[in-house]
Structures are given as structure tokens and as C-alpha cells.
């Protein structure tokens, strides 16, 4: 199937001439040195093509939270699910750095991966895996690790070497394992597996270098280091311990990052040349935007010796690059100053969008200027219609990648100075594949994507037009949007909730206030009411009137209560039309009924308009009883000061005297 589809994109490929074509770099661990160069290089590269670029950026920090207790660490799992958004971009090539989101996501497999991604051209960085549709760059791990082994040993006549690996089931981590391994037996050395100790490719890994050195009676010649980042962990164990890197225990690692060169002592390192990863990959992209097809590619590496493998000169061409002292001190004060700032301001966001929780529209035009304001070229919200809970599962578990919905909302749009904004139930939706000319047409050239989430709840992302130096303080803006968006959602729980408790408030307001079985007012809801209705009408001629149905005993008694009930129904829906829909008219007991309203004829015409209801009720019925009603009357001019009991003790008296024409039997 993945065969057919690529096959199928390459030829529209061919022909595709009506809008620049869209590259989506997907990569996680963005925190660290090796993805961030990548990123670097690629922008750098693609910047100069005439082709739109996304990066879906997997910023995992659980590895700069060491030794710090905080419950968002626990939540770094969301991140895998950033790369489901690409369904809704128009996306032409994938170019995946499959390495670096294996690093963090345990048991995430190249193939199931791919099959959730959009089924065009792909190049895989970091894992030489064959797939259909695919090609891969990948340096050569294992040779670039034999040439730093084989250093130690030809070099330096080491025999006792330690090793600290990255993460169990990284395909880089075993690679460059084996290599290791490969290169003592080699050389007829023993491999002792108490010398191998499991790190996570993060700077963490002092335990990971105490561990090796607790195993050993002596201490060992070297120590090797799957990247440059663990190295940092273990300089610090050995300072902690007294020896000296260089001298005392020789350190290697494997990538040549940027701070490399100046760490004490500089790292020998086996170099990634990233400039040459961007090259590839921008040539294998434009191969296949032609319509053409690439090939896989390894490529070679480069040990970089410097002191501190024991070495006393040290070479490569970034160590050649020198900067003037005073201006490096200049550039660090205002990089730090513009830190700093943008700390501040990424707090003073949160409390702006807090302030505004309660209502979508003015939280989303409050963030619209705020990116304005943080001078951003351009940037779009895309939510869920609702949030997500996104359960902690292991990563080869479908449950820990969401599902997502056939359309996302674009409650907010910022290109310049000019923005757009919309509450949640009225902004725009976009459908799969629909939002690619949406950002063609806002996010010039190259944007970054952030997963927006807080702990549990996943919300949507975010894309900003940056620099990549930008992306540390857009991944915190991130989480502050997502706080924002949870109070926002809290906002919105409680005011349907708030008016879910008043309609239930009105609910048992009118049930207190109203007979059960004929809806009309019980005898606590008139009374309330009555007061009211008088002094509303002040000066008015009232009608005070009493009514009973006659005989409900001898109904109840001959024929059961439920006829009594469809008796009384059928009296309240007689006296409702006697009297009028503008009157005050309740039941205040098991036969008796009450009514108010505005005197506009006289009671015995009333009267007699309720003897002629119950008549036609009686012909068309077939109940084997008659509905009679006796009623009375009495006439007052509005408020009436002698309490409502007073005014109707009159027309009670006069339906006591109704009530002796009724007739003796009401069975038919």
C-alpha cells in the first residue's frame, strides 16, 4: 500500500507547478546539541530554495529536570503524538530525524511510524532501516566508533576501557556498542561487561560513570562515551573523584557538538559533519520534488583528537575559527540580557492570557497581540475542538498516540502587525490536508510547530515563524499557552456548569411552586405570586375566586384514584379556559382550586361559562362520571388590605352556595 501512494505522489510530483512545493522536518530531543544543529543546518540550506519548510519539534526536557521534582517532566510522552498534526498539512516530502525520537519514546518502530504519517517521498535521518518509498542518511556509527577505540588502544596503550552506552534499544546506541566491542576483541582485549554502564544520551550521566568506576579494583585507562553530552556527566564524576580528564582517565565521545572544543579539557570527539547531513538531504528532497530517485547514503565520519584522550595538540576546522574576546563578551552580555527579557515576558503573557481565561475570543485576540508585540513574523493556533486526555502508555501502545479528528479549529491568526481572532465556537476549521495553503499563505518560508498540552490534556499546536536560536523561548511560550489554555477550558467547564445549576435551580423553583399532577401553581407558589399580581395592579377591580371538582371522593371511591386524577386534569384545563390565560390559578388542595385575575364581566357569567365547559365535556366524554365543578366569587379593588385569606373568605361563602345545586350522584 505505502508503495502505491509513493509512487502515486512522485508522478503528481512531476507535475507540480501551482504552489511551492512543502518539506516537514519531524525530530525530537530538540533540547540537545546534535538535533538542534540539524535544524540550524536545514534552515540554513532550505532557506535559499524556493520551498516552504515545517519543523515538528519534539522538545522532551525530562533530561534537564534531573533531580528536580515536577509533575509536567512526567507528561513528556505527548510529544510523540506532535507528529499525527502532519495529516493536516499539505505535506510534498518527510524528512524524519528517526534517531533522535527513538531516543525518549521506548519502543517506537520505524515501520509502525511511517504508516501514521503522511504516505509521500521520505528521508530518514539516523536509522538505515530498507522501507519501500524511503531513502536514509546516516553517519557511519560503527566505523567513526572503532576509529576513537582503536585511538585509545594504538595511541595511547590502553587496556582497561570503560563505556557508557545510550539508551537500550536506540539503534545508534547499539551500533556504536557493538563497534566498541568489536574493536576490543580485535585487538584481544577482554570486554568486561561490569565496565559498560546505560546512560540517556543526556548530560546526566554521572551515575552512569560511577557506576563503571565502582566496578573496577583500578581504575580504568579510558573511558568512552556513546555522544559528547554524557561526557559532561562523566567530567563531573571524575573532578568529584579528584582525577583528572586527560591525564588520570582518558574521555572520548561521539558527535563533535558545538561545546566540544571547550570543555576542560577539549573533548576528542568523532565528528558529524551536519553541514554535509543539511547538503544530502536538501539534494535528496529536490531529487524527489523532480520527480527523480534518490539513493541511501552513509556518511563518514571524523575522529577529532584534542587533550582530552592524553593528546597534547588537537585539530579540526571549527577549533581554527577563533573569536574576537571582546566582541564574544559583548555577544554573550546581550544574549543574556535578551534571555532575560524574554523570561519576564513569557510570565507576564500567561498572566495577560489568565486575565482573559473566561472568554475564548478576547484570550485568543489577547495572544494575537501578544505575538505582535514579541515582534514574531508570523504564527497560527490549530486546536482540537475539544482537548484530548492522552494516557501514559508505552510508545508501541496505539493508546499513546492520539486519534485525531477529521478537522482542527484556527481560533488564532498573526502574520506581521495585522491578526485574527475568534472564540472557539466560531473560528474557521480546517480538514485534512487543507492547512498546507492556509500556512502558505501566513508563515512565510519556514515555521516551527510546538505541541500545546498541559500534563494530561492535549490542546493542539502551535506554528511560529523564528529563528531556530528563537525555538528555547517559543518551546516555554508553548507551555505557557498550554497552562493558559487549561484555565481557559476550566473557564468554560465552570460556566456550563454554572448554568447547568440555575436551569436545575429553576427546575426545583417551579416544582416547589407547581402542582405535580396539573402543572397549575400549588397552594405555597399562588400565595407567593398573589401578592405581586395585586400591586402590579393597584387601583384595579379584582377577582378573587374558589372552586371545588364535585364529588372527587365518589370518583376515587367507584372508580380509582387514577380517575380521580383525570378528573382533576379535566377540571384544570376548564377552569384555565374560563377564566382566561392572563389569570393567576392554582390547585391548593386534593379537589379545590384557586384562582386571581382581572375583573373585565360578572362572576355569574364566569359561572355559567364553567357550567358550559363541563357540559360539552361530559357529551364528548366516555368516562362513566361526570365533571362538575362548583365555584365562587368575590370582587376587591386592588392592593386589598385585609391579607389574602380575608379577600377570598367572601368567595368561599359564595361556592359554599354554589355547591348545594350540584348534583347528588356523579356516576352517569
Known amino acids: 500500500m505505502r508503495s502505491t501512494q509513493i509512487k502515486n505522489r512522485l508522478r503528481q510530483l512531476k507535475s507540480l507547478k501551482k504552489r511551492r512545493p512543502v518539506v516537514a522536518y519531524l525530530t525530537g530531543n530538540i533540547h540537545s546539541d546534535h538535533p538542534m544543529g540539524i535544524v ?21 526536557c525530562v ?113 556504536r556498542l557493538r563497534a566498541f566491542r568489536d574493536t576490543l576483541e580485535e585487538y584481544g582485549l577482554p570486554c568486561d561487561e561490569r565496565l559498560i554502564a546505560y546512560g540517556d544520551f543526556s548530560e546526566h550521566s554521572d551515575e552512569a560513570a560511577r557506576q563503571i568506576l565502582e566496578a573496577c579494583v583500578e581504575i580504568p585507562d579510558a573511558i568512552v562515551s556513546a555522544n559528547d553530552e554524557m561526557c559532561s556527566g562523566i567530567y563531573r564524576e571524575l573532578n568529584h573523584l579528584g582525577l583528572e580528564v586527560g591525564r588520570d582517565i582518558l574521555v572520548t565521545g561521539f558527535d563533535d557538538m558545538e561545546m566540544a572544543p571547550f570543555m576542560l579539557p577539549p573533548l576528542t570527539t568523532v565528528r558529524q559533519d551536519l553541514h554535509l547531513y543539511g547538503d544530502m538531504a536538501l539534494e535528496r528532497t529536490l531529487q524527489y520534488l523532480r520527480g527523480e530517485q534518490p539513493v541511501s547514503s552513509y556518511l563518514k565520519p571524523e575522529l577529532i583528537v584534542r587533550k582530552s584522550c592524553g593528546c597534547s595538540a588537537h585539530v579540526g576546522r571549527r577549533d581554527a575559527v577563533e573569536k574576537d574576546e571582546k566582541n564574544l563578551l559583548i555577544d554573550d552580555v546581550s544574549a543574556l540580557r535578551k534571555h532575560q527579557q ?61 486519534s485525531l479528528p477529521d478537522t482542527l479549529c484556527v481560533p488564532m ?87 447547568q445549576l440555575q436551569e436545575q435551580n429553576e427546575v426545583l423553583h417551579y416544582t416547589a411552586g407547581h402542582d405535580a399532577l396539573t402543572n397549575l401553581l400549588n397552594r405555597t407558589g399562588i400565595l407567593l405570586e398573589m401578592k405581586d399580581y395585586k400591586n402590579e395592579r393597584t387601583g384595579k377591580k379584582l377577582v378573587a375566586m374558589m372552586a371545588d371538582l364535585d364529588h372527587l371522593k365518589q370518583i376515587n371511591d367507584s372508580f380509582g384514584h387514577e380517575a ?56 364528548a366524554s366516555s368516562e362513566p362520571y361526570y365533571v362538575d365543578i362548583s365555584s365562587g366569587f368575590s370582587i376587591f379593588t386592588a392592593p386589598g388590605g385585609d391579607g389574602i385569606r380575608a379577600l377570598f373568605t367572601s368567595a368561599d361563602e359564595d361556592l359554599y352556595r354554589d355547591k348545594l345545586n350540584r348534583r347528588s350522584d356523579v356516576r352517569r
Open 413 to 499: 491568526v498573526q502574520a506581521g502587525k495585522d491578526s485574527a481572532a475568534w472564540s472557539m465556537e466560531e473560528a474557521p476549521r480546517v480538514s485534512r490536508g487543507d492547512l498546507g495553503g492556509l500556512l502558505t499563505g501566513i508563515t512565510p518560508d519556514q515555521s516551527f510547530v510546538f505541541l500545546l498540552f498541559y500534563e494530561q490534556y492535549q490542546y493542539g499546536v502551535l506554528f511560529v515563524e523564528n529563528l531556530p536560536e528563537d525555538i528555547p523561548f517559543y518551546y516555554m511560550l508553548s507551555m505557557e499557552i498550554g497552562s493558559g489554555l487549561r484555565y481557559l477550558y476550566i473557564s468554560k467547564e465552570r460556566e456550563l456548569y454554572r448554568k
Open 40 to 60: 540550524r543546518c536545514l534552515y540554513e540550506l532550505f532557506g535559499r530554495e524556493d520551498i516552504d519548510v515545517r519543523y515538528y519539534l519534539g522538545t522532551e
Open 342 to 402: 524574554r523570561t519576564w515576558i513569557g510570565s507576564l503573557i500567561l498572566r495577560e492570557l489568565l486575565v482573559e481565561s473566561a472568554d475564548s475570543e478576547a484570550f485568543f485576540q489577547k495572544l494575537a497581540l501578544q505575538m505582535i508585540y514579541l515582534n514574531v513574523s508570523a504564527s497560527l493556533l490549530c486546536l482540537l475542538e475539544e482537548p484530548v486526555i492522552v494516557p501514559e502508555n508505552p510508545a508501541s501502545s496505539p493508546e499513546a498516540i492520539i
Open 63 to 175: 533530561q534537564y529536570l534531573e533531580g528536580i521534582e515536577l509533575e509536567e517532566s512526567r507528561f513528556d510522552y505527548q510529544y510523540l503524538s506532535l507528529f499525527e498534526y502532519t495529516a493536516f498539512d499539505d505535506i510534498d516530502v518527510l524528512i524524519i530525524g528517526f534517531g533522535t525520537i527513538s531516543i525518549y519514546h521506548e519502543g517506537v518502530d520505524i515501520r509502525s511510524f511511517l504508516s501514521r504519517m503522511p504516505q509521500v517521498p521520505c528521508i530518514i535521518l539516523e536509522n538505515d532501516t530498507e522501507i519501500d518509498g524511503t531513502v536514509y542518511l546516516m553517519v557511519d556509527n560503527y566505523e567513526g566508533m572503532k576509529s576513537t577505540v582503536r585511538h585509545l588502544i594504538t595511541e595511547h596503550g590502553c587496556r582497561r576501557i570503560g563505556y557508557v552506552s545510550g539508551p537500550i534499544h536506540n539503534a545508534e546506541a547499539e551500533t
Open 564 to 619: 380521580g386524577d383525570t378528573a382533576l386534569l379535566a377540571a384544570a384545563d376548564i377552569l384555565r379556559e374560563a377564566i382566561g390565560p392572563e389569570s393567576l390559578i392554582g390547585r391548593t388542595g386534593g379537589d379545590e382550586f384557586m384562582a386571581l385575575f382581572e375583573k373585565k364581566e360578572e362572576p355569574e357569567a364566569i359561572r355559567a361559562r364553567i357550567r358550559a365547559l363541563c357540559d360539552r365535556h361530559n357529551e
